[in-house]
């Protein structure tokens, strides 16, 4: 399974960082992603990191401003984010996704992810 952790408020502008504890997986053998919901939206994919080679993949809205990475040896993924907005507010979900084939493939999409955590809300307001 997998666990998110540090959201909350923040002010527009400002910094936040979440984690992801993943259990019960082997993290050299998945992707996680990060995932964003805002009230009355589609889920949208925001970050994906590969626990194999550490390859990342970021959606356009988040590239510059959000770092993803990988600890390994705590079976952790972080989310660090930056310069955020108003537009960033919701509900944050981590999620993981088998790595295929002898390259570790991986989707990074929505339905292409086995596990999800619960998620974690993230408020930018002043």
């Known amino acids: 399974q997998v666990v998110e952790s540090g959201g909350g408020l923040v002010q527009p502008g400002g910094s936040l960082k979440l984690s992801c504890a993943a259990s019960g997986l082997i993290l050299n053998s998945h992707a996680i992603g990060w995932f964003r919901q805002a009230p009355g939206k589609e889920r949208e994919r925001l970050s994906c990191?590969?626990?194999?080679?550490?390859?990342?993949v970021y959606e356009d809205s988040v590239k510059g401003r959000f770092i993803i990475s990988i600890d390994n040896a705590k079976n952790t993924v972080t989310l660090q984010m930056n310069s955020l907005t108003p537009e960033d507010t919701g509900t944050y979900y981590c999620?993981?996704?088998?790595?295929?084939?002898?390259?570790?493939?991986?989707?990074?999409?929505?339905?292409?992810?086995?596990?999800w955590g619960k998620g974690i809300p993230v408020t930018v307001s002043s």
């Open positions: 990191i590969s626990g194999r080679d550490g390859s990342t």
């Open positions: 999620a993981a996704e088998f790595l295929t084939g002898g390259n570790g493939f991986y989707t990074c999409s929505i339905y292409g992810m086995d596990y």
